[in-house]
């Protein structure tokens, strides 16, 4: 499995959810500054949805303070349904209901107790395929 990981910082809940995703088995791409540095969010936003959207990864987790930006430029990208979750229910039902293919957590809010369980979530949940003709409706000429 190849997990896209983007921040516009990196810190501690950063690294954990690489070590997480690591442990998991999956080779993690990582978009984002290096350490002591920032990039703007809405590149790292956009980068990690190319990344999604051209099939360079399977799926894709994104950082920002908030989440929102990240998520909002994201999901400019043709194909990417990025969905701020901040914890595991609401990650299950964006991949059963959305087939959200980018997890975007806040840098702000979001523990790493509360990040493993929601990537347990958004590992272990599969869309519902009674929500196939709702997810078309999301891609637009």
Known sequence: MRVVL????????????????EGRGATVVLVGPPVGEA?????????VGEHVARGDVDTGVLFCWTGTGASIAAN???G?????????????GARKWNDANVLVLSLRLTS?????EMLDAWFTTDADPGEATNIAKLETE
């Open 6 to 21: 983007g921040s516009d910082e990196k810190t501690a809940l950063t690294d954990a959810v690489v070590a997480d995703l």
């Open 39 to 47: 990039a703007e969010w809405a590149e790292v936003g956009r980068t």
């Open 76 to 78: 400019k990208v043709r």
């Open 80 to 92: 990417v349904r990025a969905a701020l979750c901040t914890d595991a229910a609401t990650a299950a």
């Open 112 to 116: 790493p107790d509360v990040a493993h």
